[in-house]
C-alpha cells in the first residue's frame, strides 16, 4: 500500500494510470495485427482484442469496468472514460465501413451499424467479466462471427 503511495497521490490517480495503460495496449495489438486477404478475417480479429477471451485480455476488462463504474462518480475521470469511448466509437466506425457488403443489399447506416457493434462488444465484454461461465470465449466469438455474417450478408447468420 506505502508503495502505491508513493507514486499515485488517490485511487483514481491509480485507475487512470491502468486505464491508460489498457488503452495503449489493445492500441497496440490492433495496430500489430497482420491484414488478412479477407476483410471480414480482419475485423473479427481486430473484435477479438477487444473481447475478454484469455487471463489478458479479461484483466483488461476488469480495468475498464472499474474505471467506468468509478467515473460516474468521480469527475476527474471522466475525461479519459470519454476518449476511450470515443475511441471504441471511432474503431467500431472504421471496422464496419471496412466490411463487404453485398451489392443486393440496402444502404448500410454506418453510424447505427458502429454503435450496434460497439454496444454488442460493450454486452460481450461485460458479460465475459460477469459471467465467465455462461459468455465463454467461444461463445462470443460466435455471437460477433454471426453479426459480421449479417452486416456482409456471408449466410452465416446466427
Not at 484483466?59 to 475511441?87: C, I, M
Amino acid at each position: 500500500m506505502g508503495s502505491l503511495r508513493y507514486y499515485f497521490a488517490t485511487q483514481a490517480d491509480v485507475l487512470t494510470f491502468a486505464m491508460q495503460l489498457v488503452i495503449d495496449r489493445v492500441r497496440d495489438r490492433v495496430q500489430a495485427l497482420d491484414p488478412q486477404p479477407d476483410t471480414t478475417t480482419t475485423v473479427l480479429r481486430t473484435v477479438e482484442e477487444l473481447l475478454p477471451l484469455d487471463d489478458d485480455r479479461r484483466a483488461e476488462a476488469e480495468v475498464w469496468l472499474a474505471f467506468t463504474v468509478r467515473a460516474q462518480t468521480e469527475p476527474t475521470l471522466r475525461a479519459l472514460r470519454d476518449t476511450s469511448y470515443e475511441l471504441l466509437q471511432d474503431l467500431c466506425r472504421r471496422l464496419v465501413a471496412a466490411l463487404p457488403r453485398p451489392t443486393r443489399a440496402a444502404a448500410l447506416d454506418l453510424d447505427a451499424e458502429a454503435e450496434r457493434l460497439y454496444a454488442l462488444i460493450d454486452g460481450l465484454v461485460l458479460h465475459g467479466i460477469v459471467r465467465p461461465d455462461r459468455a465463454t470465449p467461444s461463445l462470443m466469438l460466435d455471437v460477433v462471427t454471426g453479426h459480421l455474417a449479417q452486416l456482409t450478408g456471408s449466410g452465416a447468420e446466427q
